[in-house]
Structures are given as structure tokens and as C-alpha cells.
């Protein structure tokens, strides 16, 4: 599951699950495939001194197997609130967001956390109940980006056995019991009423789970493709080829759909209701008629369909494309196109700056995409360790001009992880270490009299 | 739903639920849409005196309607007891067939059924919690072959509130109260018990079958196609080229997989595990390594995996293809290949007799396939009336000879209606009527000095 000889670092919670993923690390350590970087956990604040107790014992378990300790401390509600959504998705956010700051702190590659093959049955169902489609079904995947998954394919069963086998201590969390959360009352009501009439019901789940995330890679690549033709970007804004659409096999119209339109949400939620609109829009709708989607609109234009910000303004600045591998991909004033070298590459004679350059298919997580920049982008160039800085501070630096950096085209990653601020430079992460182990050739080309 | 100006069967149990479609239909049957060709009822012989009453309940409905009656009284208990398969799997073969065979005599071209939304849900659910896959997961479908199920997008609520709206009367069957069926104990309490978590889960449920729906047919159409150079006869048996099957993405490489082994399964089960056990054969199975599957077994022979006969006699006889549209497919001694035609054509100018035929599109439901001749097949030759004859007993009649039967290859649909014999005759069902409505063209080509 991990890159040879990562260096891991381990989030642990305290929990039998998370003590338990520290513990076979630590013994997996001594094959010589990996090395465990460090150990982080995340106070959320939210139940006062338990919460306190619980960071210590993790403190001193980490003292224990003599590993470093990151502990961060997060505000969780003031998050929720601010934004308006739920706890357990701002506390998610948060979490990641500090342990992406920890792995970098302690050099490591690889985050492991400890999901279970019961939370994965888990949220299949939370997300079943919800309406989730095959994308939602597809759960909780094993890796992505540097978070990687080592325990999601045993029970917390055969997890608790190897805790208590051991003697290993751990630490309740008191809110674990309450059913107020969705995910607790999914764990300790539904899924045991469940079992009684189909006693395997978590093993199952997680296997149609697994079936559901195979069946959405290969539908979602496909996709990819399709919109690279259909999903075009204007000055009018993102427009979609309304009669290519219609000529497309359900299961690619809609995915097709939600690409365009997560192109300009910007980490809206986009349901299905939202993709329906579009597709029924480019179906049958009227000339000028107008539907109104999270962060954006949808105008029926001849034999287009237009997305623009509520009111009718194009999207002016941000955009964000798909780039499947191989493939090429417009964007105003670039086309950028990546592809795999199928040969080893003399990497000293690729540039890390310039208009072609080649990173690591290794630690990158496929489907790349092509996007502005946004608030809030880190970026670690070549050849500097460390956490990475701030985008705006590299690209003032490097002297781009401030009408420039709008346009300036990125390649990120599916984590979001930005490859190639382009012509600029790569990123440390996706820097090519050893050519044999896969190579991706990335290549900008400025369109003629734009910017 | 139904083709237009289609015949209709409607098929009434006298619950509620069908007792609503019969007044739908029969309403809509003032515009012209369509016309009743009759009422058919199955008495399943398991309930005494109240299956008794039920039949004379749905006899005097009809009558009260106006409509022919076909009354089906089938052994449930003795099928099941013959195979050993479930009561409710036996008593819907022998519901099918019968309203098959009631279509026939009262020359109706579409069977509708009363499936709500709601059965649906409870399908998904019971389908869910066995493991099927996004094939199990698509559910109930909308139309299969002659079967057309109208209410499918109504709640069972919505459909109670139509009949009670009307005063119209209906029977309670005793046994859906019986939770010894596991449909009933979804419907009675696992569903109630799921809606005080999500109370509108049916209908998301339902939602959910429909884009398993949507992407199973995307992805199997793509298996068909790859399944035609991937999955090979010869002498053998069946051949599965394993290089092949390994570059293919798994969403796809399971249904190839599936597609080897329901060519030769003959309507056994074939499941997830089935299919790993295959896949994992072709991706590092050792030369000569036998799996056991259902009514055959798979073998590694070099780049290849034979499926064969339990005991590793070849499958001589059966084949089973699956033939998309376009495509082309070869079979022992003949190709077969299929295409659309896209101007109307001259139907007189095409023979029904020969080896390049046409038939309609409306009726036909993709994928095609192409088989040899089993047990049990009847056939309806162009120009005949009535509910068909046996296979056997038209061969026999246009004097094909006995060594040449079991290689004929027939033509089938996706509900496993015979389409074509080949350079025999079309089925009266598939005949070209309105060769503006869609017509396929299918040719048969001999392979020299074989056969």
C-alpha cells in the first residue's frame, strides 16, 4: 500500500482502531518497507478534558514506541458555524488539513489512518440513506493522495482482537455512544438491526463498496475523455455541447454533467437533482431558459448549455479542468497536455522550469486537473524542504505580474495537490527520484496573442 | 412505455396494486395509446379456498371491465421441489411463462405488471444485503421483453390513494403478512424500521436502482463488445485470453469474466466470487490450475483460461454469445453479425428465408445473443398465429437434419426470445411491419468447411 520505504506518519486518535494501525506499523517497520516518520493527533476541542486526557495518552504512547508527536489543536465549531455546515464535516476538514501540515513538518509521504472495513459498511449506508448514486457508494477509498487506509479491509473485530491480544491500552471516546450523530446511530442501532437479517451485512457492504468505487474510476476516466471535447470554456463562461450530450449513454451524460459544473462549484455539493437540471435543460430546454445551481446558473443558448455565476456574469477568473494521461486540455491562453513515458528518462535533461517538464507518476494520484489559483495554495517548489509556503509569496518571488497570476495555469493532482505551477516549477512531492519507477511528461503551450 | 397502438395483457393478482394498474390502463385506453387485449390471473395453488377466491375475484373484474380472462392455475410447490429452488423464485417462472403463453393466445404484445416504487426499494434492498453488485443493484426494470411495469415510479401510497380515491375493491393476500418471506419482512420491518433514519427512502432507493440501471448497461454494452475478441471458442471449449483480460480495468475485466462464464452456465448463479476466482486465474494462476464453478470449470493454460465441463470434458454443444449492435460474433461454423439500418428499407426486397434477414427494432430488447438450441424452446415462425410451437418441432419440419440442430445458431434477445433461426425463418414477434420504426439487419455467414 505504500510507496517502498515511505516514510509514514501515523494519525492516532487514541482509539482501539488507530492504536491498534501504530502498533502493526511499527512492526511492519522492521521488513525494512517503510519507516514511521512520526505520530499526530488532532485535539477538536469539543469535549473538554477527555479530550485533553486523550492527547496525553497519545503524547505518551508515542513517547512509548519513541516516535515524534505533533499535536494540533483545531476550532471545529467556530469552523461549523462560520460556514454553516455539520461538525463532523468541519472536524474532517480540520483534521486532514493538520495532518497535511504535520506530514510535511515531519517529512513524511505517507498519512495512515485507521478506517475499518465496519466504517466503510458504515458509510455506505449513511451515504445509501442520503441518495448517493454510484459515486457516493464507491465509500471510503484506500488512498488518496498521501492518506492511505492499511486497515480497511479487516473488521473492528479482528482490529479489537489484535488490541486486546496485546494488551494494548486505548481510550473510549465518550461521544462514540452518542446517537444524536448520524454515524454513531448508523453503528450502534442500524447495522446490528441489519445483521439480524443478514449477519455478514458489514463484509458484504464493504465489498459492494469496493465494486461501486471500481465501476465510478473507469465511468468517471471516461468522462474525463468525453469532456475535454464537450465542456468547453468560453469568454461567455464554461459551455457544454448540448447536442453531444444527448448523444451520450446516461451513465457519461450525467457524469459529464457534474464535470462541467464542478469545474465552477468550487467545493459546492453537487447532487443529482443539480445534474438532472442540466441534463434536462440540454435535453428539451427553451431558448434562454435558466436553472439555478449551487454557485452558478445554467442557460439553454442554441445548441449550447452555459454556466455562469448566479445572475449571468461568466466566470471570469477561476477554472479547473480534468487532464486525463494521456490527454490535452485548453484553457485561456494555454493548452496543457500530460502523457506517461512508457521509456526511462534522462531527468537532467528535463528542466524542472520551463514549458516541459516531467514529475513522478508514483506519488501522483490520477486524474490530474488544470486550474487557477485559489485562496489558501500551498506549494513546496523543487528543491526546498520543509511545509511548503504560500503561492502568492513564490509567485511575487518568481515576479510574476500581478495580471498574470490569475491566469497562470496549475496542475493539481486529484488530492488537489498542486504538480506544476506551470512554467514555473514542479513540486518537491512529484519530483522524479528514480526515472524506472514511471514517468509523466507535462507540457504547456501559450496560445498565440492571449495574455 | 408501450409501443403505440400495442396490445395489452394486463396481469392481476387482485391485490391493490394491480387492481389500480387495470383502471390506469383502462382509462388511458380512451386515447388511443393503446387497446386491452385481456386480464390474465396465476393461481400459484398455495393458499387453499383464498387463491380460490382470489381467482374468482379477478374473474369477475374483468368481466366487470369488459375483458377477456386467462386464468393459470401452476404447480409452485412441485418446481421447487424439483430444483430446489426457493417457492418464490418457482412461482415467478411459472407466472412469467404463463403470461407469456396468455400473450400469445390473445395476440397481446406488451404484459403489464403493478411493481411500484416501493418494490423496487424493497428489491434493492434485499439484492443489497445478498452482495450483488451494481448488476443486482439496477433492480426491477422498467420493461423486459413484453414485460412493462407502468407504476414503477408510483409509491405504493400514491396507488392505494388511486384505488381507495375510486372505491374500487381489492383482495389482501394473507401471506404478505408472513415475515417467514424475506420480502415481507423487508416491507413489514426492516423498511419502516430504515425510514425513521431516512423517512424518504424508498424513493431513494429507488433513484439509486436507476443509475445502477443506467451505469450497468453502459458498462455491459462496453463488456459485450471487448468480451467478442477476448472470450473465444475452439475446440476446446471456451478460451478466455488472459493477457487481455488483465489490461483491462477491473469494472470491466469482471464483466468480460461474467460474460465467459454465463456462456456456458446455462442459468446458474454466477456470482461475485465465481468471478474473482476466474480473474484471479488469469492474473496468476499457475499452468494447469482447475477452479470449480457452477456447472463448469476454469483451467490456466498458458496465456489462456479454459472453461470446460466439470471434469474438463469440453462444452461440445452449448455455446452462448452475447452480439451487440453493431457487431459481429463467430460460432462454431458461422459469424453472425447484427447492424442497424438507418433508412427505411424495402422489407419486400429482404426475405425472411435466407441468411441476411431484417427484423424490427421496437420489439427487440439489446443486447442480442447468439445460442445454440435448449431444452424447452419454442418458437413463433413468421406468419403463425398463436403462441408458437416447439423449436424441435419446426426443425424437424423444414427437415433439418438431426447431426445439424445442436450447431444451428439461433438468435436471441436479452429476455431470451428466439429472434432469427438462422437461415430458417424470423419470429412473427420481431416481424417488420413499420420499417420507419428502426430495423435491424441480420446476415449469417457460413464458415467454409466447417459444418
Not at 488530492?415 to 511528461?441: C, N
Request: with cysteine; glycine share 10%.
Amino acid at each position: 500500500m505504500f510507496p517502498r520505504g515511505a516514510r509514514v506518519l501515523v494519525a492516532l486518535s487514541g482509539g482501539a482502531d488507530s492504536v491498534a494501525l501504530l502498533h502493526i506499523l511499527r512492526e511492519l517497520e522492521h521488513t525494512g518497507e517503510l519507516a514511521l516518520a512520526g505520530v499526530a493527533h488532532v485535539n477538536h476541542q469539543l469535549r473538554g478534558r477527555e479530550a485533553d486526557e486523550d492527547e496525553a495518552f497519545c503524547s505518551a504512547m508515542a513517547a512509548d514506541v519513541g516516535l515524534p508527536f505533533a499535536a494540533g489543536r483545531v476550532d471545529v465549531a467556530g469552523l461549523a458555524q462560520g460556514t454553516g455546515r455539520s461538525i463532523e464535516d468541519a472536524a474532517r476538514e480540520l483534521r486532514y488539513a493538520f495532518f497535511a501540515t504535520a506530514a510535511d513538518e515531519l517529512a513524511a509521504d505517507a498519512i495512515a489512518v485507521g478506517h475499518s472495513a465496519d466504517d466503510q459498511a458504515e458509510t455506505f449506508l449513511l451515504r445509501l440513506m442520503r441518495g448517493a448514486g454510484t459515486r457516493g457508494l464507491a465509500g471510503i477509498r484506500p488512498r488518496v493522495g498521501r492518506v492511505v487506509r492499511p486497515l480497511l479491509e479487516l473488521s473492528r473485530d479482528e482490529i479489537r482482537a489484535y488490541v486486546s491480544g496485546r494488551g494494548l491500552p486505548f481510550r473510549e471516546d465518550s461521544t462514540n455512544r452518542d446517537v444524536a450523530i448520524p454515524r454513531n446511530r448508523v453503528r450502534h442501532e442500524l447495522m446490528p438491526l441489519l445483521q439480524q437479517y443478514a449477519p455478514a451485512l458489514p463484509a458484504v457492504l464493504a465489498r459492494q463498496a469496493a465494486i461501486a468505487r471500481a465501476d465510478e474510476e473507469y465511468l468517471e476516466a471516461q468522462a474525463i475523455d468525453l469532456a475535454a471535447t464537450i465542456v468547453l470554456r468560453t469568454e461567455c463562461g464554461i459551455e457544454i455541447d448540448a447536442a453531444a450530450l444527448r448523444t451520450l449513454p446516461p451513465a457519461l451524460a450525467a457524469r459529464v454533467a457534474r464535470q462541467a459544473l464542478g469545474a465552477t462549484a468550487a467545493g459546492r455539493f453537487i447532487g443529482f437533482q443539480h445534474i438532472e437540471r442540466v441534463l434536462d435543460l440540454a435535453s428539451d430546454g427553451k431558448e434562454g431558459e435558466t436553472v439555478a445551481l449551487p454557485g452558478q446558473q445554467a442557460t439553454r443558448r442554441g445548441q449550447r448549455v452555459l454556466l455562469s455565476k448566479p445572475g449571468g456574469e461568466p466566470f471570469s477568473n477561476f477554472f479547473r479542468f480534468s487532464l486525463s494521461i494521456p490527454g490535452e486540455v485548453a484553457c485561456p491562453g494555454w493548452t496543457i497536455s500530460a502523457e506517461k513515458l512508457e521509456t526511462p528518462v534522462e531527468v537532467s535533461s528535463r528542466p524542472a522550469r520551463g514549458d516541459e517538464v516531467v514529475v513522478a507518476a508514483g506519488p501522483l494520484l490520477a486524474p490530474l486537473a488544470v486550474r487557477s489559483r485559489q485562496r489558501g495554495d500551498r506549494f513546496r517548489p523543487l528543491g526546498m524542504g520543509g511545509r511548503g509556503r504560500k503561492l502568492q509569496d513564490f509567485l511575487v518571488d518568481r515576479k510574476v505580474a500581478r495580471s498574470e497570476r490569475d491566469r497562470l495555469p496549475l496542475v493539481v493532482d486529484r488530492d488537489d495537490r498542486i504538480v506544476w505551477v506551470v512554467g514555473q516549477s514542479v513540486a518537491e512531492d512529484f519530483r522524479v527520484t528514480e526515472p524506472l519507477q514511471g514517468v509523466i511528461l507535462l507540457k504547456a503551450r501559450r496560445l498565440g496573442g492571449v495574455g
